[in-house]
C-alpha cells in the first residue's frame, strides 16, 4: 500500500493513521500469506511477513510463469447480507457481493441492479477458468511461455501461429471446473421476476451456464433451482469443523480446503508477524 501526500495530513489525523496504516499492513501480510499456500515454491512454513516478501518479488520477477493466479478455483458467488457468512473460510474461492433484502423495495430493484453486473461478470470469469483447464489448448491459450505479444490485441505463439484466446495453463492449474453457483439471499418470486426483467440474467442461471440456489430472508430455507423450478434443500445436521483462526485451516496445506467455521480469537498469530 502507498500513501500520498502525508505532509499535508492535519495533525489531529495522525495517531489515528499510524493505526489504520498498520492494520492495513497486517492485511496485507495475512492475505499473502494465505495466498502463498497455492505456490509450489512458497515455503508452507514462513511467517507473514515472509509471505508478503515472496509476493512481492514474485509479481516483479519477469522470469516468473506464475506472478499470481487470479481468480484461479472460483466457484461460488454469495449475494447478500454480509453477516450471513461472516466467519467460514470458503479457502478465496467465492466472489462476495454485500445486499440487505430489508431495504429494497417490493421490485427488488436494488437486487435486480447488483445482478445486472454481478451474473455476467462472475459467470464469465468462471467459464473463462473453467472451459480454459478442461482444455488448455483448445479453449485456453496453451502454455504461455512462447507467446508473444501481436499488434498489441492479444499473443501468438511465436511468431506463426492464429491469436490465442482463453486463459494460459499457467493460470489454470489448480483450477477446479465446474459451473458457478449463485447463492442470492432473496425470494423465489423475486429472482424469477428478475430473470424475466432482465434477459442476460435469465438466460446465464435459466440456461444452467450458472448454478443457482437462493436463502429464503423469510424462511431461512436453502433452495436449489432446477429446470425452472425450486426445491428445498434438506438441512444437515453435521456441523461444520470449528478453528480459532483461518491459519489454523489452511495452514501447512496446499490443496482445497473444505469450508470451516473460523472463531474471533486472534492471540495465536501474533508471534507470526516478525
Not at 515472496?54 to 522470469?63: M, P, Q, W
Amino acid at each position: 500500500m502507498t500513501y500520498y501526500d502525508l505532509a499535508s495530513m492535519p495533525s489531529r489525523k495522525v495517531k489515528e493513521f499510524k493505526q489504520i496504516r498498520q492494520t492495513i499492513s497486517e492485511a496485507c501480510m495475512r492475505n499473502a500469506h494465505e495466498r502463498c499456500r497455492q505456490f509450489e515454491t512458497a515455503d508452507l512454513s514462513m511467517t507473514f511477513a515472509a509471505a508478503h516478501r515472496h509476493v512481492e518479488a514474485r509479481s516483479e520477477d519477469l522470469a516468473q510463469t506464475r506472478p499470481e493466479y487470479g481468480n484461479a478455483s472460483n466457484a461460488l458467488c454469495l449475494v447478500g447480507r454480509r453477516d450471513r457468512f461472516r466467519g467460514l473460510f470458503f479457502g478465496r474461492r467465492s466472489f462476495m457481493m454485500s445486499y440487505n433484502p430489508t431495504q429494497d423495495d417490493e421490485n427488488s430493484t436494488i437486487l435486480a441492479r447488483i445482478l445486472s453486473a454481478v451474473v455476467p461478470v462472475c459467470s464469465g470469469i468462471n467459464m473463462q477458468y473453467t472451459l480454459s483447464a478442461m482444455d488448455p489448448v483448445g479453449w485456453g491459450c496453451g502454455s504461455k511461455l512462447p507467446h508473444n505479444v501481436t499488434s498489441l490485441l492479444g499473443v501468438m505463439d511465436g511468431a506463426m501461429s492464429d491469436m490465442r484466446t482463453g486463459l494460459p495453463l499457467q493460470g489454470t492449474d489448480i483450477h477446479e471446473p465446474m459451473r458457478l453457483l449463485f447463492v442470492i439471499e432473496t425470494t423465489p418470486d423475486s429472482i424469477v421476476s428478475i430473470m424475466k426483467r432482465n434477459e442476460t440474467v435469465g438466460r446465464i442461471l435459466g440456461n444452467g451456464w450458472a448454478q443457482l440456489a437462493i436463502l429464503n430472508p423469510k424462511t431461512n430455507e436453502l433452495c436449489f433451482y432446477d429446470e425452472g423450478r425450486f426445491r428445498v434443500v434438506p438441512r444437515v445436521d453435521e456441523k461444520l469443523p470449528e478453528v480459532e483462526h483461518s491459519l489454523d485451516w489452511y495452514g501447512g496445506k496446499r490443496n482445497h480446503l473444505e469450508i470451516a467455521l473460523i472463531r474471533k480469537g486472534l492471540s495465536r498469530c501474533t508471534m507470526m508477524l516478525a
